[in-house]
């Protein structure tokens, strides 16, 4: 089925060193700043990633002082990036690399896959761009890019992997056709259109040109669940607002917001804010309680000292402004 020798190992290689975007990441081997951007970069944008890379560095600056910190402040210095269960895995993580490796990263495969939040692919990433291994990535862009290249849109990650291994033990670059091979499918064979005529690879590309070029994707049809939640605020002139902190199950665990009912009815008024999860929607409807609070959770005057959800710092900030 596959002809792996039109691996096109020297077009792509030199297609990506002359427009790979200058990224900081890319200035380091270090193992600690490669796993944070890995996990950072995963479901969510480089522009957004930018700024808080360097921010992450400037309060963990070693993985002793991540491991030391309380998961508050990790979830804290996350806050904004989402899928916050990355951040619990980093902090669990980093207390792993401190009492199981005595501080130093591990430069086995085997010791980075076993640490919590890291799959085969962030794996097979640190590995080879840390420690030169010959270790494939297949992440969303790789696995499209590998499918366009063979015209294969229902091959399984089995086959997938099978086929990075093979590109990359031909390569004999492992760090940089992993780089190359995740900055082709982040530029020009993005999941909604594939720009062809200026990719290195389209003459030996099994899917160039084609209708089918528009059509593999690796995202399903995404059902979606509406919630409808009401925020009880109990707030008091001198003591600030009371916070809850979110089970460690179920949505947004471990962060902090008001008391929340939920409500098996949509109400007739509209909600003060709409967020977006991948799965669910969940509509906001803020209640000014006058009663006391509830007997678990705390008084909090400023906001900036826990990590709350986006949606609940945007209901609020709507709140404010009504």
Not at 170 to 175: F, H, M, N, T, Y
Not at 282 to 289: G, N, S, T
């Amino acid at each position: 089925m596959i002809n792996l020798s039109s691996v096109p190992c020297k077009a792509l290689l030199q297609w990506y060193q002359e427009n790979l975007r200058d990224l900081p990441w890319r200035h380091t081997t270090d193992a600690y700043h490669i796993w944070i951007s890995e996990i950072m970069l995963q479901q969510t944008q480089v522009k957004t990633v930018l700024p808080r890379y360097k921010q992450w560095f400037q309060q963990f600056p070693s993985i002793q002082q991540l491991a030391d910190s309380p998961l508050d402040d990790v979830l804290k210095a996350w806050e904004g990036l989402g899928y916050y269960r990355r951040a619990r895995f980093i902090h669990a993580a980093s207390q792993q690399i401190m009492n199981k490796y005595h501080g130093v990263f591990p430069k086995q495969f085997e010791g980075i896959l076993s640490l919590p939040g890291i799959g085969p692919s962030t794996a097979g990433a640190i590995a080879s761009f840390c420690f030169a291994m010959n270790t494939p990535v297949l992440d969303g862009n790789v696995k499209r890019v590998l499918k366009r290249w063979h015209n294969q849109a229902e091959i399984g990650d089995k086959q997938l992997w099978a086929l990075a291994q093979a590109a990359i033990d031909i390569s004999k670059k492992p760090a940089l056709w992993n780089q190359a091979m995740m900055e082709l499918g982040a530029t020009l064979c993005q999941s909604h259109s594939a720009q062809c005529t200026a990719c290195p690879v389209s003459t030996t590309c099994k899917a160039a040109f084609l209708t089918l070029n528009k059509n593999i994707s690796n995202k399903k049809k995404v059902v979606i669940k509406d919630l409808f939640w009401q925020i009880n605020l109990h707030i008091h002139p001198e003591k600030g607002i009371w916070l809850q902190q979110r089970p460690e199950d179920g949505i947004w665990p471990g962060l902090w917001t008001p008391p929340i009912i939920e409500l098996s009815h949509q109400p007739k008024k509209i909600p003060c804010h709409t967020h977006r999860l991948t799965h669910r929607r969940i509509h906001l409807y803020a209640k000014k309680c006058h009663s006391s609070p509830p007997s678990e959770g705390r008084w909090v005057q400023q906001l900036s000292q826990l990590a709350l959800p986006t949606g609940i710092h945007r209901a609020l900030a709507k709140q404010r402004t009504a």
